[in-house]
């Protein structure tokens, strides 16, 4: 092989892709969410990132032809229960898949620690279902955040075990998106940036704006290196005015951003998405 055939292989702009299922975030994303690799979604509460994954859980059991990836997944969550009767509203926007809730495993996470041990233990489950019509295609982690956020303390002991948990999991995860053509999809909540000084520049941004907070992602630089591309979602709450009987009425109205933070195949860029009823869906420009 010649190294640039090994560079394509291993370049997400060359590795399969699963449609978010909206042709304007696709397009964004150049094409979906890469398999292979670990995909972040980094956002405060009520942003979307678990509609955003329930649509994905869906899209990945579309048919490769329509940029699916023809196959099952599994949601790991670790804060709200699985919310089953979203996912149900959702599929209506798939009427060509078959019993799709039939097609998600989930499995509730109580610690960091059980995280990687669960994640051992899917090996064979993987190895078991790969080439056959139910194959695991997809993974998503609902959240990461949540995980560590109780179980380490801020002193220099803790933080290295912590640091150290995040490459087994992220390396566990990468060995299995690879060995299995999988996309991985994982979720990460946002602090907020005190100041100027506290910024550090990770990818497109020292920090991001949402709810008019300035914030960076949770869980620090270690964690940072641990992805391959994180996409930041973002809201704005603005007031719409609206005439009735001759009087202004005033309402707010959230709209919703998605920003490429960092990506080894993406420039940096945005759109803005809807989170409907049916579906999400970006906006164009
Ligand atoms: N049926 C629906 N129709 C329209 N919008 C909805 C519907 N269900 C949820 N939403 C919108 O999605 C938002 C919640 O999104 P989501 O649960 O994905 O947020 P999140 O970023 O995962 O938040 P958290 O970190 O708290 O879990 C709600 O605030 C609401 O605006």
């Not at 329930?54 to 196959?71: D, F, M, N, V």
């Amino acid at each position: 092989m010649k190294p640039e055939d090994l560079l394509q292989r291993l370049s997400p702009t060359h590795t399969q892709k699963c449609t978010v299922g909206c042709l304007v975030l696709d397009r964004l994303l150049g094409g979906g969410i890469p398999c292979n690799s670990i995909t972040e979604l980094v956002a405060e509460s009520g942003c979307g990132k678990t509609q955003i994954s329930l649509q994905l859980l869906l899209s990945a059991q579309l048919p490769t032809s329509l940029g699916g990836l023809s196959g099952s997944s599994i949601y790991l969550y670790s804060e709200s229960p699985f919310p089953v009767r979203r996912l149900h509203q959702l599929s209506s926007s798939f009427p060509t898949l078959h019993n799709p809730l039939g097609k998600i495993l989930t499995h509730p996470l109580h610690s960091a620690h059980h995280l990687f041990d669960v994640l051992s233990q899917l090996d064979s489950l993987l190895s078991s279902r790969l080439d056959s019509p139910s194959q695991i295609k997809l993974i998503v982690i609902d959240s990461i955040a949540a995980l560590f956020r109780f179980e380490f303390e801020n002193n220099p002991r803790d933080l290295k075990q912590r640091s150290g948990l995040f490459f087994r999991i992220s390396s566990k995860l990468k060995e299995q998106a690879r060995r299995f053509g999988l996309a991985v999809v994982v979720i990460n909540q946002v602090v907020d940036v005190m100041n100027d000084t506290d910024g550090l520049r990770i990818g497109n941004s020292t920090c991001w704006y949402t709810s008019e907070r300035k914030v960076c992602a949770a869980l620090g630089l270690s964690w940072a290196n641990c992805v391959n591309t994180r996409l930041f979602l973002s809201r704005q709450e603005e007031r719409v005015a609206r005439e009735v009987n001759g009087d202004d009425c005033f309402s707010t109205q959230t709209r919703r951003f998605i920003r490429v933070a960092f990506a080894p195949h993406l420039p940096d860029s945005y759109c803005e998405f809807v989170i409907s009823r049916e579906k999400i869906f970006g906006l164009e420009r």
